[in-house]
DNA sequence: AGCGGAACCT
DNA sequence: AGGTTCCGCT
């Protein structure tokens, strides 16, 4: 029965987010629901199109309209579903699959169980966790996580060939804290020195998103955004991650003024950190914004944003993460003009590069099954890394991958995990040359698509599954 | 409520 | 592969 809900028919531009009364198109409607293109699996994997459940459980719980169904509670990644049955419904509707409910929706996440994306918060009704170490950090390329001493450990890129640190504080080191709201942060932290070999430093403590704040609240972060997938290559508004130009230190290209990027859709703290960047992220900021170091809170404007709601954040992803993550997310999308619907929370697309943590075996320990309460998670099932090897997915490109390491670029960012400065990231120069077209924006425009990326695309910042790829679950 | 096996579907 | 459906069990 194909109900004919979701289908091939269903292009982009779409709605930004799965939100009821929201039509595009309505053949890719279903029973007046739309859904994001960016909720489907690439087209390049089997079953494309097709939303998983962790994604549309992931989706929920990003919009606030749904915080009375699912909502984020409790220790960072876990959420709680209030309304079982509002849930499956919606579930099912997604699904059009009228008789689903939250046996069989409950029956679906413990599917996840096994392949360590989600599991039960024992002894608290209806809540589970998403394991977020199990997942692909793509497009973080400024924080050039492949880089870190964190994964250089088992960096399939590198050879990496040292013990991985897969001890907790190694996994929290990638999943800080959330500052205090009342600290001050920079993506920058530039305490130490002036700019030049230890001068920027990109903490990453300082990406609200990245971290959990408050110890019993701990929003993860605005994981997927809302932006609708684009088609390949398709960089609306110019911006073409690939190119190196793009990230050049000496050829970002300013946005016309006045341009896409009001400054309302820069609260706090990105706005002064974005301010605080080195360019080619200081660029972003629409003129006079750079660099004031505006305070304009988080409640600020009308970004849309509720207060607390960690800020996304779009900055252009550092090419260095091509060979390792797809690139294109978000980025060509964010500034376009099918984006109006919901610009209004500024998105950071920083390149990790495809990171992912999980361990070689599948199931969970049996300690971690044990663990109950829900008090703390597990550190076992965190506790594993590795580097997704996504090297097939860019078989014709794997000359363009970096070796880490190889050259150094002083004036690239440097990262600092618990204090650690990592190393730094890879000199723009390390890219593959590409042409540059003359008009400012189109020459950020892809001249000739590198590969075809194999993660879905357009998310500002996106989390991949590894066990749903064709990656590194061993099952 | 929650689990997991099994058959089945797409 | 990623569920969906059913069901017995705890």
């Given amino acids: 029965m194909d109900c004919n809900c979701v289908s091939d028919l269903l292009l982009p531009p779409v709605p930004t987010l799965w939100t009821p009364g929201q039509f595009i198109k309505p053949s890719s409607l279903c029973n ?26 992931l989706e929920l719980l990003q919009k606030e309209e749904y915080q009375g169904v699912i909502a984020w509670q409790g220790d960072y990644g876990e959420f709680v579903i209030k309304d079982p049955d509002e849930v499956a419904r919606l579930w ?9 409910n939250y046996d069989k929706l409950s029956r679906a996440l413990r599917y996840y169980y096994n392949k360590r994306i989600l599991h039960k918060t024992k002894g608290k009704r209806f809540t589970y966790k998403f394991n977020f170490s199990k997942v692909v950090l793509v497009n973080y390329p400024i924080l050039d996580m492949a880089n870190s001493p964190f994964f250089l450990a088992q960096n399939h890129f590198n050879g990496g060939s040292t013990a ?31 700019p030049g070999p230890d001068g920027d430093k990109l903490r990453l403590d300082s990406l609200p998103f990245l971290g959990s704040g408050a110890p019993c609240y701990s929003k993860p972060p605005s994981l997927l955004g809302p932006y609708p997938r684009s088609p390949p290559f398709d960089y609306p508004w110019g911006f073409n991650p690939y190119l190196p130009g793009a990230f050049s230190l000496n050829n970002c290209p300013k946005l016309p003024p006045g341009s896409l990027y009001p400054s309302q859709f820069y609260p706090n703290p990105l706005q002064s950190s974005l301010s605080q960047l080195p360019n080619p992220f200081s660029s972003l900021l629409p003129p006079g914004e750079a660099g004031s170091g505006g305070d304009r809170g988080q409640t600020g404007g009308t970004n849309g944003t509720a207060g607390g709601q960690p800020p996304r954040l779009c900055l252009p992803p550092y090419p260095g993460s091509l060979p390792l993550g797809r690139s294109d997310i978000g980025n ?37 099954r044990r663990s109950g309460g829900g008090v703390k998670a597990d550190p076992e099932s ?12 860019s078989s014709e490109n794997e000359n363009d991958e970096f070796t880490v390491g190889k050259s150094l670029n002083r004036d690239r960012p440097q990262i600092v995990l618990d204090g650690k400065k990592g190393s730094i990231l890879p000199p723009v120069s390390a890219l593959p040359p590409v042409p540059v ?36 679950l061993s099952k």
């Avoid at 695309?457 to 749903?468: C, I, K, N, R, V």
Wanted: glycine share 8%; with cysteine; charged share 20%.
């Fill in 32 to 57: 007046g629901f739309a859904f994001p293109d960016w909720a489907y699996k690439p087209e390049s994997s089997p079953g494309s199109r097709q939303i998983q459940l962790w994604h549309f459980i």
């Fill in 92 to 100: 099912g509707i997604r699904k059009c699959k009228p008789h689903m």
């Fill in 164 to 194: 991985p640190d897969c001890s907790p504080e190694a996994i929290q080191s990638l999943f800080p804290r959330l500052p205090d709201s009342s600290r001050a942060t920079s993506l920058f932290d530039r305490s130490t020195t002036a």
């Fill in 332 to 368: 060509g999308t964010v500034l376009g003009e099918r984006d109006r619907v919901e610009t209004t929370t500024p998105v950071l697309g920083l390149g990790l590069g495809a990171v992912s943590v999980g361990t070689g075996s599948d199931r969970q320990s049996p300690t971690e």
């Fill in 382 to 393: 965190d506790s594993d890394l590795e580097i997704t090897d996504l090297s097939d997915c």
């Fill in 437 to 472: 077209s003359p008009h400012p924006l189109k020459s950020l425009m892809p001249i000739s698509p590198p590969h075809l990326p194999c993660h879905p695309p357009s998310l500002p910042l996106w989390l991949y599954m590894t066990g749903t790829g064709r990656q590194t």
